[in-house]
Structure formats: structure tokens, C-alpha cells
């Protein structure tokens, strides 16, 4: 299977397990059964805002989710069977450092779904620790050969977080390492990991404040004979403005081919959800309808550059 993804891909993430527990639930493992039950519970009600969204018009072939197998397992099922676009998370959640949830055994349990990308969530500053940084590529070199020799589509999603240095050094100026600092940090990962023969079909980018920046990153992807791999953007939890403008300004690239927005989509009206504020039709409503907002966001911005060019 030749690299890369050029399709279409309006991604509503919900793999969060960790940072969900702890910030929805107030819970850390080992659950309960009723605690479990709530949390599995929960995510049903984002999958329903999922597939009523589709139901009220945003297109199937451009949709896609991303599930944990710990609380999702039944959700994928399903969404395999309806032939939906999914993606499966393989890290070790709550965790800086990259590591396979399941150690060696990972091949195992992407072989029992077979979503459609395997997806990896890494924190990786090519300032940063280097002993560090070489251990996590390690790991993801596994993961990444075993895709390219099975035809598996991997995602990697990559976080680029300050070292104490770049806080400092931004400390006098709130917000420069996002704008000034970060986008840098972010073509030399993506050069290093690529060198260290981790090759994505898709790279899963935070929000970019500049239209050049999100070139550049495209041209860093598709360096080298990767003219078909893909960018998507993701939205940091941000609020709705910031997301909406992220989403416009990737929809403005070619090469930038979607978005995955997780918790500003599903996060306020699970927690009313969860705290008996909402039903569960309200809860579910919202979430499509904020999903839908997304997805007509980044159609329009693309279309509007395609008519531009």
C-alpha cells in the first residue's frame, strides 16, 4: 500500500482516557463497574452526535472517528460495520512519553479491529530531552514499520509542548512560542521522525496562527517523495473562535485535508450530560450540531481558496 492519504477527513476524536476520567469523571482507575458503565456511557452519547450528524447532512465519506479500545470497543464494531472511516489510539494514555498501550502485543489488538489508521499521540520538542526523544522513536519506529509492512494507514498526532528554555524565553511575550517558536519546532520533528524512518500517511498538527506556516508544513510532510501524505488539524481543546479560525486558515493549504476536534465538540454538553443538566437528546443534539458547524467551516474556507486559485 503506497503512502499517504489525500481523501477528505473531518475526524471527531474521543479517545481521551486519562484527562477524561480525571477532568469529567473525577475518577481514577481501578473503576468500578458503574463507574465504567458511565464512562462507556458517555462516549455512546458522543457516537450518537456523531451519527446524527451524518443523519442531518454533513457526508459520510468525509467523517471519521477516533476511539480508544478500552471504553470503545463496542463503538467500533459498530462504526466498522457501518463502514465508517476509524481511527484506533495506541498509546499508553496519561503519559508524556510515548509507549504502545499494549507493549509488544499492539499488532494483536489493531489485527481484532483493523480500524482504518492506527493513530499515535506523541509529545515530542526536538530541543527537548534527547535520551528521551530517542526512546519514544524507537517505539514509534515498531508501530510505523509494522503499518508500512501489513498496508496499515498510521496517524500520528504531534504535540509540541515548550521546554522550560522556550517557556522563558516567551515569558515576556505571552503567546510567541505558538506563533514565533512552535511552527519551527514542528518542521524539525516531522524532518527528524521522517530521517528516523517513522513515516505517517497523516500528520496530525496543532492549530496554526499563519497560512505560510501550514504550508510549510505540508512541504515538510511531502518532502522526499511523500507526495501523497496527508496534514490535519487539530483544535487543543480551544475555544470555539480559535478553533473556527485553525479550521480556516488549514482549509486555506492544500495538503491540509481535514480536521480532528474532540473536546471543544463533545466536552460542555457530556459534562451537562453527565451532571443531569441535559438529556441525553440534548446532549447528543449538540454535539452534532457543533460537529456540523466544524465540518461547514472548513468546506467553505476550502472552497472559497479553490475559487481564489
Known sequence: MSLGYTSPLYLLPFDHRHSYLTGMFHV???????????????????????????????????????????????????????????????????????????????????????????????RYNPEGDAALNERQTVQLRLLSDY????????????????????????????????????????LQAITTLQDAGVEPDIWKIEGLDHPDDCEKVVDTARRGGRDEVGCIVLGRAADESKVATWLEIAASVPGFIGFAVGRTTF??????????????????????????????????????QANVV
Not at 521546554?163 to 511575550?173: G, L
Not at 454538553?269 to 451532571?275: C, K, P
Request: overall charge neutral.
Open 28 to 122: 481514577s482507575p481501578p473503576l468500578t463497574v458503574e463507574q465504567r458503565q458511565a464512562v462507556i456511557d458517555s462516549k455512546r452519547v458522543i457516537y450518537d452526535g456523531f451519527r446524527q450528524a451524518l443523519l442531518c447532512g454533513v457526508p459520510s465519506e468525509l467523517t471519521g472517528i477516533l476511539v480508544d479500545e478500552e471504553f470503545c470497543a463496542d463503538i467500533m464494531r459498530n462504526a466498522t460495520r457501518h463502514g465508517y472511516v476509524t481511527a484506533l489510539s495506541t498509546e499508553r494514555s496519561g503519559y508524556d512519553e510515548f509507549e504502545l498501550e499494549y507493549g509488544a502485543g499492539f499488532a494483536k489488538h489493531l489485527e481484532t479491529f483493523r480500524p482504518t489508521f492506527a493513530k499515535a499521540l506523541v
Open 147 to 186: 503499518c508500512r509492512a501489513t498496508g496499515q494507514k498510521f496517524m500520528f498526532e504531534l504535540l509540541v509542548p515548550p521546554t522550560e528554555a522556550q517557556k522563558a524565553r516567551a515569558v515576556k511575550h505571552p503567546g510567541s512560542y505558538d506563533r514565533q517558536v512552535r511552527p519551527a519546532m514542528v
Open 267 to 304: 466536552w460542555n454538553a457530556i459534562a451537562d450530560y453527565v451532571a443531569n443538566k441535559a438529556t441525553r437528546e440534548e446532549a447528543v443534539s449538540r454535539i452534532a450540531q457543533r460537529y456540523a458547524e466544524w465540518a461547514a467551516i472548513f468546506e467553505q474556507a476550502h472552497r472559497s
